[in-house]
């Protein structure tokens, strides 16, 4: 571990880089039953008689919504969206329709364009990325009561931010009506960061940066967060307390950081929050050996900024290396991401597999609903959906 010197030149992104260590999560991405389909009956069942599939047929006219986060603190998320969407408006020609929205990093924004959207006409709704975009947005479509699909956050807050309830004796009830979310969960973040952790040979005291937002309420909740399985693991738990992710001064985080004597920070923060934080605990002196972070690590463009790379580690949720194909365009993961560093002239991110595959999984709902004007045969089609997705098979009936 090197020591941080205020004064030196930045170091290059190279070097930036090969200081942040990643975390796999292995395995396929299934979805996750959050919602269920309000009225089931047959005859709105979808079409194609194995349940979803990669069917042929002819894509629809359908308008599509779509919001994620372009410009402000989450920007990041939403930095290969352009690619995306060209790719898919090429891909779909006037079939489809696809009007995108940018929640400006802000839940109040985030609700704001779904309503927009929903009052425009569309027949679907995609959003991603984070639960401060993903919440809302299905929210709105609840009341609108338009199909909603939606990724790129971790399930468990986004379900408890729908107003689920979850604990040890607590039977998970349906949290929305017009909504279906995939991606993987905090069981799966929890299990890789002690695998990380155990394999660093550091003292196991872990100091929580865990905000007042759905993310961070989640992360450390009492019964399905990160404490009881940290503590189940043999780890101490530090945790100074929520906090507004536009904190300014983490004075009070860092001083009690140091004084338990931790020697790994986890937290999920944006990416200026933690640049902040990570600024301030340099200044003052302290440096853990290990700093495990959501959200705020996982983007090349925002790591090669932070005062320090070294010492920096997060989950990995998709890489080109992931050995699945687009069931829409047939294109392997791998050439997904030349495709894009080719066109952008940037590195690979990983919320483009996601971005991808969830208009892959948009348009598969829409071949096979008998009728996609009707939300109740919409919904029965993304009820039945077992679509292979360059992320890897994404379905709710299991």
């Given at each position: 571990m090197t020591h941080h010197d205020s004064t030196a030149e930045p170091p290059s992104r190279r070097r930036f880089l090969r200081g942040v260590a990643a975390l796999g999560l292995g395995g396929t991405v299934g979805g996750r039953v959050l919602a269920a389909c309000g009225d089931d009956d047959d005859s709105d069942a979808a079409g194609g008689g194995n349940g979803g599939g990669n069917g042929g047929g002819d894509i629809p006219s359908a308008r599509i919504g779509y919001v994620t986060p372009r410009t402000g603190p989450l920007a990041a998320f939403g930095e290969a969206d352009a690619f995306v969407l060209a790719a898919m408006r090429d891909e779909l020609g006037d079939a489809v329709e696809i009007v995108d929205r940018d929640s400006e990093s802000d839940?109040?924004?985030?609700?704001?364009?779904?309503?927009?959207?929903?009052?425009?006409?569309?027949?679907?709704?995609?959003?991603?990325?984070?639960?401060?975009?993903?919440?809302?947005?299905?929210?709105?479509?609840?009341?609108?009561?338009?199909p909603c699909i939606s990724t790129v956050a971790p399930w468990q807050?986004?379900?408890?931010?729908?107003?689920?309830?979850?604990?040890?004796?607590?039977?998970?009830?349906?949290?929305?009506?017009?909504?279906?979310?995939?991606?993987?969960?905090?069981?799966?973040?929890?299990?890789?960061?002690?695998?990380l952790w155990e394999q660093s040979g550091v003292d196991k005291v872990v100091g929580g940066l865990w905000p007042n937002d759905p993310d961070g309420n989640a992360w450390s909740d009492a019964a399905v967060g990160f404490p009881p399985a940290l503590e189940a693991a043999g780890f101490t738990v530090v945790d100074p307390g929520r906090f507004p992710v536009d904190t300014q001064d983490f004075s009070a985080q860092i001083d009690t950081f140091r004084s338990e004597g931790v020697t790994i920070v986890s937290g999920v923060v944006p990416p200026p929050t933690f640049?902040?934080?990570?600024?301030?605990?340099?200044?003052?002196?302290?440096?853990?050996?290990?700093?495990?972070?959501?959200?705020?690590?996982?983007?090349?463009?925002?790591?090669?900024?932070?005062?320090?790379?070294?010492?920096?580690?997060?989950?990995?949720?998709?890489?080109?290396?992931?050995?699945?194909?687009?069931?829409?365009?047939?294109?392997?993961?791998?050439?997904?991401?030349?495709?894009?560093?080719?066109?952008?002239?940037?590195?690979?991110?990983?919320?483009?597999?996601?971005?991808?595959?969830?208009?892959?999984?948009?348009?598969?709902?829409?071949?096979?609903?008998?009728?996609?004007?009707?939300?109740?045969?919409?919904?029965?089609?993304?009820?039945?959906?077992?679509?292979?997705?360059?992320?890897?098979?994404?379905?709710?009936?299991?």
């Open positions: 839940s109040g924004r985030a609700g704001e364009v779904a309503q927009e959207l929903i009052s425009e006409g569309v027949e679907l709704v995609l959003v991603s990325s984070t639960p401060d975009t993903t919440v809302p947005v299905a929210q709105a479509c609840d009341l609108g009561e338009v807050p986004h379900y408890l931010g729908l107003g689920g309830e979850l604990g040890p004796d607590v039977e998970p009830a349906q949290a929305s009506a017009y909504n279906w979310h995939f991606f993987w969960g905090l069981e799966d973040v929890i299990e890789n960061f002690i695998a640049s902040n934080f990570q600024s301030q605990a340099l200044q003052q002196g302290f440096n853990p050996p290990v700093v495990t972070v959501g959200k705020a690590l996982l983007f090349p463009s925002e790591v090669q900024s932070f005062p320090q790379g070294e010492g920096l580690s997060t989950e990995i949720w998709w890489t080109p290396t992931f050995p699945f194909k687009s069931g829409l365009t047939g294109q392997s993961a791998k050439q997904l991401t030349d495709a894009y560093t080719k066109a952008t002239k940037r590195p690979w991110t990983q919320p483009i597999g996601y971005a991808h595959a969830l208009f892959e999984v948009a348009i598969d709902v829409l071949k096979r609903a008998k009728n996609p004007k009707d939300p109740k045969s919409v919904l029965a089609s993304i009820t039945s959906t077992n679509y292979h997705s360059i992320v890897g098979p994404v379905h709710w009936t299991g």
